[in-house]
């Protein structure tokens, strides 16, 4: 089957291996080509879960890409989705599925609208989280340390059969669930990549090797803990069960569920495992505070459960940083959020 892969970063070049892997044939998009350059004479060079040589066919364009794909799959960093959304939807054919991997929150909603404006039949799912936990090295080189379990997912229109297609093309992975918004809320990373980051933040200015599980101690598991019940708080709001974080930790490491300290200390028992970053200029802030955190707040905002250590935490960020993280959200733009959660609620 051909798909799509719209992003060359990390989750790329790692979807890529991975679905080539599977025996599909996958074209890759940059939108600056800057990360596919190198692979127009060379290969992905994939370790860990998935071990091989991987040569994609490289397109110019977003609609060279998207030309006889059965499934398009977006893999950006959050701030670059509206620009490929403007370039995608105009390219898109009826009968084709788009695949937001690690949705920024309420992004599904802005691209289906636009789908939906067009006349177009093409479903749109999201994706709570990635399918595969991956670190780019470099050259053309990319490591899978994990393949997740299970993933929350959802699509729209909400009939729109693709689990079964999904299950062929990436394995059977994915927990659908009833609208868009529950997978919204059931992306993790914003609330573990704040509390990460605030205390690990000089080790990512100093550009020290550290491993996130070795540094999940019991202080900032609390933390997670705490953010954690915040955002489970905002789906009880709208009447939506959202997984807390130790269940998550549970299907993605498979340790036995428990409280969360007592889960962090298991993970942290594993070893480090994956690197966190080695640079301040992340994606654990520059994308996740923008577009995780603020959703998150807004959130908490229209369902009457003010996330307040989520919006402490985006102030705390944009004054390390010197930016206005709330100012950076461009898929926001026209959204009535209290709008989303007035049709949410259950």
């Not at 939807?89 to 599904?108: E, H, K």
């Not at 130790?246 to 070893?271: Q, S």
């Not at 802030?285 to 908490?300: C, Q, R, T, Y």
Request: net charge negative; with cysteine.
């Amino acid at each position: 089957m051909r798909i799509a892969i719209l992003g060359a970063g990390a989750a790329g070049y790692a979807n890529a291996a991975y679905l080539m892997d599977r025996g599909h044939e996958v074209v890759l998009w940059s939108p600056s080509g800057a990360s596919t350059a190198a692979l127009r004479d060379g290969a992905i060079l994939c370790e860990g879960e998935v071990e091989g040589s991987f040569r994609p066919h490289i397109a110019d364009t977003c609609a060279e890409a998207v030309a006889g794909a059965a499934i398009v799959m977006i893999t950006l960093p959050a701030n670059g989705h509206r620009a490929v959304y403007d370039a995608l939807v105009p390219a898109l054919s009826d009968g084709q599925l788009v695949i937001i991997s690690a949705q920024p929150i309420l992004a599904g909603y802005r691209l289906s609208d636009a789908v939906v404006a067009r006349g177009l039949d093409v479903p749109v799912m999201v994706w709570g989280t990635t399918l595969l936990r991956s670190r780019r090295h470099e050259g053309t080189k990319v490591r899978i340390n994990t393949i997740r379990r299970r993933i929350d997912a959802a699509v729209t229109p909400a009939d729109a059969p693709v689990q079964s297609l999904c299950t062929e093309v990436f394995g059977d992975h994915f927990q659908m669930r009833d609208g868009l918004m529950a997978v919204s809320l059931a992306n993790i990373n914003p609330q573990c990549h704040l509390a990460l980051a605030l205390t690990n933040i000089t080790r990512m200015e100093r550009r020290e090797a550290w491993g996130q599980g070795e540094n999940l101690t019991s202080s900032v598991s609390r933390l997670m803990a705490d953010l954690d019940a915040e955002r489970v708080a905002i789906g009880a709001a709208m009447g939506i069960e959202v997984r807390s974080l130790a269940e998550h930790y549970h299907l993605t490491y498979d340790i036995p569920r428990a409280a969360f300290e007592i889960m962090a200390e298991a993970v942290r028992d594993m070893g480090p495992g994956q690197l966190g970053p080695t640079t301040p200029n992340s994606r654990y802030v520059l994308e996740d505070a923008p577009f995780g955190l603020v959703a998150l707040v807004a959130l908490g905002r229209a369902t009457g459960r003010e996330a307040v250590l989520h919006s402490a935490g985006l102030r705390l960020l944009s004054s390390l940083y010197g930016r206005d993280f709330e100012a950076e959200n461009d898929l926001l733009e026209g959204v009535d959020v209290s709008a989303l959660v007035r049709k949410a609620t259950v």
